[in-house]
């Protein structure tokens, strides 16, 4: 399992980035995704997840603000992030879950066997 994070910056506040994460290794769509985020000093967070038929879950603290979505044609994982807040600023992580298909798993973490190294999102006020 290879996971590649890019898209990462800095921003102002209000603005949007577009992570992407390439995947390679294993067969994508069978395997639920998701998105992390750690800053320093804080838990990894669960952000968002999609299973193979494209079913999406936010944690509150993104809801309608971030979507995911992904290629399977192009094995990539994105998020789209738009109205961007000081307090999104953290290393932003993909990641694939040991469940296939659906995300049983939901945000949590352990769940999550496969990681990229991590893009790094500074929001400035």
């Known amino acids: 399992v290879q996971l590649v994070e890019s898209g990462g910056g800095s921003v102002q506040a209000g603005g949007a980035l577009r992570l992407s994460c390439a995947a390679s290794g294993y067969s994508f769509n069978k395997f639920c995704m998701g998105w992390f985020r750690q800053s320093p000093g804080k838990e990894r967070e669960g952000i968002s997840t999609?299973?193979?038929?494209?079913?999406?879950k936010y944690a509150d603290s993104v809801k309608d603000r971030f979507t995911i979505t992904k290629d399977v044609n192009k094995t990539t994982l994105y998020l789209q992030m738009n109205s961007l807040e000081p307090e999104d600023t953290a290393m932003y992580f993909c990641?694939?879950?040991?469940?296939?298909?659906?995300?049983?798993?939901?945000?949590?973490?352990?769940?999550?066997?496969?990681w990229g190294q991590g893009t790094q999102v500074t929001v400035s006020s």
């Open positions: 999609i299973d193979s038929f494209d079913r999406t």
């Open positions: 990641a694939r879950s040991r469940a296939i298909y659906v995300c049983t798993s939901g945000l949590e973490a352990l769940s999550y066997d496969g």
